[in-house]
């Protein structure tokens, strides 16, 4: 008897021939299509909705001959991440919608529902790899590892992961290299052959984020204040490279330390390393933010993507936010380990310590990191294996 696969299908390419790659290994494949945002007003022109992605997905299924299960998880969708989102940005922190959407939607509220169809295994389209090792306590566990393909491996985004989500779990497309997949989906003549890849917020796509936010998160009016590199090492100095929590601090400032040059509509808007959107002319060199100030409601912002305050030596993650795909590889107190480790998707990865103390856990990089943002999320990986993750702490 042919052991049944639930694979997510979203309309795009990737999850269409990793349904057709399943089909052609033996598997009975379902499709299972998730309505998670209905809300087209606060996307960009152009984008994809939901309707849209569910009408390919539909013509996929009916190509490859499988069944087609349609859910609306949305109510989920908006507790789970999207208000996630809001109590962040409130906060001055920067999340990652994405990471959320998988260990909350993705591989939670949809192994659910595969459950209820009678699912052996649920699959995606994601640009990874599993497979099972036995532990240093004698336990079988499954192992993240990271997708064949450089330019698009995805284990990023699921370093939320449990043991419980990815025991059953299939990535079709993760041993092959995305011109593979485009030439797979040209030579069935799939319906999703030419679609572009999806951008911007999982399940939402591409917005004008001051726009998305201004839903819940009111605008308003503050100062812009630049930080020129010699006051930013006069008011940041210190003399021990061994300090961790000082290594892992965010930088301190104050308008008196700069000088106001312009005007934002909303510090909670902003993001460490942003570029784009501060309409500020006049200057030799590109803008960056250099940090949020919520409660003054102030924006500091730096010349050059060289300015020092861009660039940290280590970063902090609260003892509740760290995260271990593998309990048997988890730090106890007082233990540190080297590892590759990337502070956001795409990045390359960077030589670290990873350092467990009793407050919680410190990565100090070899070499400074640029735009270290509170919110988002480190992995540390061990050769190709996703190891662990946190919330940066700030």
Same mark, same amino acid.
């Given at each position: 008897?042919?052991?049944?696969?639930?694979?997510?299908?979203?309309?795009?390419?990737?999850?269409?021939?990793?349904?057709?790659?399943?089909?052609?290994?033996?598997?009975?494949?379902?499709?299972?299509?998730?309505?998670?945002?209905?809300?087209?007003?606060?996307?960009?022109?152009?984008?994809?909705?939901?309707?849209?992605?569910?009408?390919?997905?539909?013509?996929?299924?009916?190509?490859?001959?499988?069944?087609?299960?349609?859910?609306?998880?949305?109510?989920?969708?908006?507790?789970?991440?999207?208000?996630?989102?809001? +109590?962040?940005?409130?906060?001055?922190? %920067? #999340?990652?919608?994405? &990471?959320?959407? $998988? =260990?909350?939607?993705?591989?939670?509220?949809?192994?659910?529902?595969?459950?209820?169809?009678?699912?052996?295994?649920?699959?995606?389209?994601?640009?990874?790899?599993?497979?099972?090792?036995?532990?240093?306590?004698?336990?079988?566990?499954?192992?993240?590892?990271?997708?064949?393909?450089?330019?698009?491996?995805?284990?990023?985004?699921?370093?939320?992961?449990?043991?419980?989500?990815?025991?059953?779990?299939?990535?079709?497309?993760?041993?092959?290299?995305?011109?593979?997949?485009?030439?797979?989906?040209?030579?069935?003549?799939?319906?999703?052959?030419?679609?572009?890849?999806?951008?911007?917020?999982?399940?939402?796509?591409?917005?004008?984020?001051?726009?998305?936010?201004?839903?819940?998160?009111?605008?308003? +009016?503050?100062?812009?204040?630049?930080? %020129? #590199?010699?006051?930013? &090492?006069?008011? $940041? =100095?210190?003399?021990?490279?061994?300090?961790?929590?000082?290594?892992?601090?965010?930088?301190?400032?104050?308008?008196?330390?700069?000088?106001?040059?312009?005007?934002?509509?909303?510090?909670?808007?902003?993001t460490i390393g942003q570029r784009k959107g501060l309409n500020i002319g006049g200057h030799e060199k590109?803008?960056?933010?250099?940090?949020?100030?919520?409660?003054?409601?102030?924006?500091?912002?730096?010349?050059?993507?060289?300015?020092?305050?861009?660039?940290?030596?280590?970063?902090?993650?609260?003892e509740d936010e760290i995260h271990y795909i593998r309990p048997d590889q988890a730090?106890?107190?007082?233990?540190?380990?080297?590892?590759?480790?990337?502070?956001?998707?795409?990045?390359?990865?960077?030589?670290?310590?990873?350092?467990?103390?009793?407050?919680?856990?410190?990565?100090?990089?070899?070499?400074?990191?640029?735009?270290?943002?509170?919110?988002?999320?480190?992995?540390?990986?061990?050769?190709?294996?996703?190891?662990?993750?946190?919330?940066?702490?700030?």
């Amino acid at each position: 008897m042919k052991k049944k696969v639930v694979i997510g299908l979203s309309g795009g390419v990737d999850s269409a021939v990793g349904a057709y790659l399943l089909k052609q290994q033996g598997y009975d494949v379902h499709a299972l299509f998730m309505i998670n945002w209905k809300n087209s007003s606060v996307t960009l022109s152009g984008d994809c909705t939901w309707e849209e992605d569910q009408m390919v997905a539909r013509m996929v299924a009916k190509q490859l001959d499988i069944p087609l299960h349609v859910v609306d998880s949305s109510e989920r969708y908006m507790s789970h991440v999207v208000d996630y989102m809001f +109590d962040e940005y409130s906060k001055g922190r %920067t #999340p990652n919608p994405d &990471v959320l959407c $998988n =260990r909350e939607i993705k591989f939670e509220m949809f192994n659910r529902y595969a459950q209820e169809l009678g699912a052996d295994y649920v699959a995606t389209g994601h640009y990874c790899r599993r497979d099972e090792v036995v532990g240093k306590d004698g336990k079988t566990y499954s192992r993240l590892l990271a997708g064949n393909d450089p330019n698009k491996d995805q284990s990023y985004f699921l370093c939320q992961m449990s043991q419980n989500q990815l025991k059953n779990v299939l990535f079709p497309v993760g041993d092959i290299i995305k011109p593979e997949v485009r030439r797979i989906a040209a030579e069935i003549n799939l319906a999703c052959a030419k679609r572009k890849d999806s951008q911007g917020i999982c399940f939402v796509g591409k917005v004008d984020l001051p726009v998305f936010l201004q839903q819940k998160l009111k605008a308003k +009016d503050g100062d812009i204040v630049e930080m %020129t #590199p010699d006051a930013f &090492v006069y008011r $940041n =100095r210190h003399d021990d490279p061994d300090d961790l929590k000082a290594l892992s601090q965010p930088y301190k400032y104050t308008p008196d330390d700069g000088f106001i040059i312009g005007t934002h509509i909303g510090a909670q808007y902003y993001t460490i390393g942003q570029r784009k959107g501060l309409n500020i002319g006049g200057h030799e060199k590109p803008l960056y933010v250099l940090a949020t100030d919520i409660d003054q409601n102030i924006i500091y912002i730096g010349m050059g993507d060289d300015h020092p305050g861009l660039f940290r030596k280590a970063l902090f993650i609260r003892e509740d936010e760290i995260h271990y795909i593998r309990p048997d590889q988890a730090l106890n107190i007082g233990e540190e380990k080297r590892y590759k480790v990337r502070i956001r998707y795409r990045q390359p990865l960077q030589d670290a310590i990873v350092i467990r103390k009793e407050e919680g856990l410190y990565i100090k990089f070899d070499i400074p990191q640029k735009s270290i943002t509170p919110g988002q999320f480190a992995a540390w990986y061990q050769d190709d294996e996703l190891v662990g993750s946190g919330v940066i702490a700030y």
